[in-house]
């Protein structure tokens, strides 16, 4: 009777080289991650959620195109990477501007809260995430240094979908983090706070974002 087939030590590699470098670039909270938890915290989890999708599908999606062609897409972004950065950092201040003057509208009155869809959210959060060329650089750099990890196409969808996982389930995270501080803050002065807070703590990384 013949040995049942294991998983080969180049998949496990890949495996493994996809989840740490997903969450590597995940785990730092940035003004995304920031924004995420906010807008989890005014809306639900299941908004959040939306968004904390839209956000790995993005790292997935530049995983698979450093997988793919890492040097040329790096050597390509490289001379637009500062301009990306700071049209980045730019819609993010919008946003911390946007936060704030939410949070200062509804001080003293009751909340009035339009409401996001999750697939508004997961397009939002994509449009962000993609504005942002890091990332691709990034995973190019991991893929460049690493070869041997990712040789074959089997091994390169593995390395893909670590990535998505990984960062998948932190953004994930973010979005539970954020939908249960919306339901401990729940009076208007400390929805007036939280937004408030939200919005120097996006407008500060983001203009970290744009100096680094």
């Known amino acids: 009777m013949a040995s049942p087939e294991v998983i080969s030590p180049d998949v496990l590699g890949a495996a493994l080289s996809g989840l740490v ?8 909270i940035g003004a995304v991650g920031a924004f995420l938890v906010t807008l989890s915290s ?3 989890f299941r908004v959040g959620a939306a968004g904390a999708l839209g956000i790995a599908t993005v790292d997935g999606g530049y995983a698979a195109v450093a997988v793919v062609a890492g040097s040329a897409v790096a050597a390509l972004l490289e001379p637009a990477a500062r301009a990306l950065t700071i049209a980045s950092g730019v819609v993010l201040l919008v946003i911390a501007a946007v936060t ?10 009751v909340r009035e809260v339009r409401p996001v869809r999750p697939a508004t959210a997961y397009a939002m959060f994509v449009g962000i995430t ?8 990034y995973f190019a750099a991991v893929v460049l240094g690493n070869q041997h990890l990712v040789s074959g196409p089997v ?6 979908l670590a990535a998505f996982v990984a960062s998948a389930s932190w953004q994930l995270l973010l979005a539970g983090g954020g939908a249960a501080l919306g339901r401990v803050a729940t009076g208007h002065r400390a929805h007036t ?9 996006i407008a500060g990384l983001a203009v970290h974002t744009m100096l680094t």
């Open 21 to 28: 470098t997903g969450w590597a670039i995940a785990i730092p």
């Open 42 to 44: 005014r809306t639900s």
């Open 100 to 109: 704030a003057t939410h949070a200062l509208g509804t001080a003293g009155r």
């Open 130 to 137: 993609a504005v942002n060329p890091t990332t691709v650089v």
């Open 155 to 160: 091994e390169g969808a593995v390395f893909v």
């Open 193 to 201: 706070v939280t937004g408030l807070v939200s919005a120097v703590v």
